[in-house]
């Protein structure tokens, strides 16, 4: 029979090399997963809401007859994937991790399957639904947070980047959120929470918890991605260290990052999703200057309205704020300094 284990237990198991397959619908898979996983649904999306309705109307028994209608002419063929999904992770080897949405019929149904087949299965108790929860507490975990701030344009995500390659523990939530945290910060598209934080959770479950992990101060918000409350619980109250870099050295990298890289359209829809906080007039003469190629002053125009909200959201932060001057924007030389901050 399959052993139900709890989510602790099963990630730990995966981390070990045990295959994991979810057997969830395809659209539920594609929404978001416990990384790690192949699919191996059990119902097509199709099938699932047949048999739902089925659920709903009838009950349990009625759904379960119906769901032998509809794949008991493909035990056979969803056996062999799973042997081969199996076997391509780990030849030879029989365990294998399994979970549905509730570790309710469908896990128990291929569990069978597999079982019969001479694997060894491993039952997600309370299934994905249970996996989030445990998500959700893991990510309410404390660790020594230490915040890097700075106005628009001083290069936090590449000094992070920086002090990644010095070995500093480090979670970048933009690069995971696909968005640099502006209305200029569109970078493809985005996961949605419940995907984003079971990627989160996974690079903040492996850190070291006595040593110190550097994130980039965010609001709420990271584009449409939303920051859960255990999470951003952990930001305003940590220590944030300031990036004070020259504003024209700013305005070099704004120019950099986002006039030398042909992103006119990116930028043109932007100033127009600020215009009420801009204003009318600013927001006419920075699309004038936009299509006269002056990105300098557009950057100029927008890094003072930007310039005013971040100063505004530090003040209103718990923590000590450390400023560090920079005299010129040297990613690695900043990395290198900040490593040598006693902050705690």
Not at 12 to 36: C, K, T, W, Y
Not at 132 to 157: D, E, F, N
Not at 231 to 253: G, N
Not at 324 to 330: F, I, K, Y
Request: proline residues 5%; charged residues 25%; hydrophobic residues 40%.
């Amino acid at each position: 029979m399959p052993v139900a284990i709890d989510a602790a237990a099963f990630l730990q198991r995966r981390d070990q090399g045990v295959p994991l397959l979810d057997v969830r619908s395809p659209s539920e898979f594609g929404r978001a997963r416990i990384p790690g996983a192949e699919n191996l649904p059990l119902f097509d999306d199709a099938q699932r809401a047949r048999v739902g309705v089925v659920y709903a109307r009838q009950g349990r028994a009625e759904a379960v007859a119906e769901a032998l209608t509809l794949i008991g002419g493909q035990l056979g063929d969803k056996l062999a994937r799973a042997r081969t999904l199996i076997q391509r992770e780990t030849p030879g080897k029989t365990d294998v991790l399994l979970h549905c949405w509730r570790g309710g019929m469908r896990s128990g149904a291929v569990g069978w399957l597999l079982e019969a087949a001479g694997f060894r299965v491993h039952l997600l108790s309370g299934g994905y639904k249970a996996y989030r929860r445990h998500v959700r507490l893991g990510l309410a975990q404390p660790r020594r947070v230490v915040v890097l701030g700075g106005l628009t344009g001083s290069g936090k995500t590449e000094i992070l980047h920086a002090l990644t390659r010095l070995g500093a523990q480090v979670i970048d939530l933009e690069g995971l959120a696909v968005h640099r945290g502006s209305a200029f910060g569109h970078m493809g598209t985005q996961p949605c929470n419940e995907w984003f934080e079971n990627q989160l959770f996974e690079q903040w479950r492996a850190l070291d918890p006595q040593k110190p992990v550097w994130l980039e101060d965010e609001s709420l918000h990271i584009g449409s991605v939303t920051l859960c409350d255990e999470f951003f619980a952990h930001l305003s109250p940590a220590p944030l260290v300031r990036i004070d870099i020259p504003e024209e050295a700013r305005l070099d990298r704004l120019v950099r990052l986002y006039a030398d890289n042909g992103m006119d359209e990116q930028i043109r829809a932007a100033l127009l999703r600020l215009q009420k906080r801009l204003g009318h007039e600013l927001t006419r003469q920075c699309l004038e200057r936009l299509d006269a190629g002056d990105y300098r002053a557009v950057a100029r125009a927008v890094l003072a309205y930007y310039d005013r909200c971040y100063r505004y959201q530090l003040e209103r932060r718990q923590g000590p704020i450390i400023p560090l001057p920079c005299l010129r924007d040297d990613p690695e030389d900043t990395a290198r300094r900040l490593l040598d901050m006693r902050i705690f």
